[in-house]
Structures are given as structure tokens and as C-alpha cells.
């Protein structure tokens, strides 16, 4: 059960993430988690680091598709400046939203990965349809107040794995690091 909650891999930033060590594991499209982890929760207008990543991605030709349990105008409103597409609704942690994303975007579970702040939503879904994860820090130490239950039930499952499955919290800067 425990191991429904363990990332493929850990990483400073969806921001650390090139084209290069993508295409070397295989991973052909993103699938990523919105708030604080593409964008603080609460700067929908991003950063310029963010704008030189995704323009890196496309000049790549590495879809970044936005998967997010926000409601379609919260979603709409903070990815439209930036052209991407997405699933809304996409009710992490279970398989829905990422089984749209696959569906609609004709992608096999083998080329994409799951990116991520959460273990109880964006990881267990990606582990939910066999697919690999990328667990980040979150951008902002503050989360909207429904998060901030979800990190509390975190510490707790990340204590037991440690018990456990002798899993450590290792956060690196790259996917081969």
C-alpha cells in the first residue's frame, strides 16, 4: 500500500528538468500538476524561468500538459498566457484525469511522467495508471488551505515509508543526479 506513494523521482524543480535527460528516459510528454509546482498558487502570471522552460520544451517538441484538480476557468485563466493545454477536474488521485490526458493527446502511459507537489494527488495517480512520477518541492512554503491538509497526511505517509520501505526523502537536481 505504502508504495503507491513513491515517486519515480525526486527533484528541486520541474524547472531542473531538460529536454536531454527526458529523451534518455524515454519520456516524450509532461504531465504536470499546476499549482505550485508549475506556478505559485498564488502568481498565476509565472516567472520568467517558467517562460524560458516551456520555451525550451517546445523548441524540444516535449508537450507540457497541464493536469490539474482546479476547476476548468481557474486552469483556462492561468495557462492561457501560455498556450498550453489541459485536463481540469482532473480529480488526482484517481485515474481520471490522466487517462483523458493520455486519450486526448494519443499518448502511450511508457512516454510521459507525472510531475508534481503532492504524493497524495499527483504522485498516487501516477502510480494508480503505471505511470513514472516526479515528486518537487513546492514553489511557495504557503499552500491554499485545502493543501495544507494533504501535507499534514504527508509527513505521516513519508514517516511510515521511511519505517517501513527504508525510503529517504532525497531531493536532487536532476532525474540522473
Not at 39 to 53: D, F, Y
Not at 59 to 78: C, D, F, G, L, M
Not at 130 to 150: E, F, G, H, Y
Amino acid at each position: 500500500m505504502l508504495n503507491q506513494f513513491k515517486p519515480t523521482w525526486m527533484i528541486e524543480s520541474i524547472y531542473n528538468l531538460t529536454p536531454d535527460e527526458l529523451k534518455a528516459n524515454g519520456i516524450k510528454a509532461i504531465l504536470t500538476d499546476l499549482d505550485n509546482t508549475l506556478i505559485a498558487w498564488n502568481n498565476p502570471s509565472g516567472t520568467q524561468e517558467l517562460r524560458q522552460w516551456l520555451n525550451q520544451m517546445k523548441t524540444n517538441q516535449i508537450p507540457v500538459i497541464v493536469v490539474s484538480n482546479n476547476n476548468h476557468e481557474r486552469v483556462e485563466k492561468a495557462v492561457q498566457r501560455f498556450d498550453l493545454p489541459f485536463v481540469a477536474r482532473a480529480l488526482k488521485p484517481f485515474k481520471t484525469g490522466i487517462k483523458k490526458a493520455l486519450k486526448e493527446y494519443q499518448l502511450q502511459p511508457d512516454e510521459v511522467v507525472m510531475v508534481g507537489d503532492q504524493m497524495l494527488t499527483d504522485v498516487l495517480a501516477a502510480n494508480r495508471m503505471n505511470i513514472r512520477s516526479i515528486l518537487v518541492k513546492p514553489l511557495m512554503q504557503t499552500d491554499a488551505w485545502n493543501t495544507r491538509i494533504n501535507r499534514l497526511m504527508e509527513c505521516k505517509i513519508q514517516t511510515q515509508l521511511a519505517k517501513k520501505e527504508n525510503f529517504e526523502i532525497q531531493w536532487r537536481n536532476h532525474l540522473d543526479d
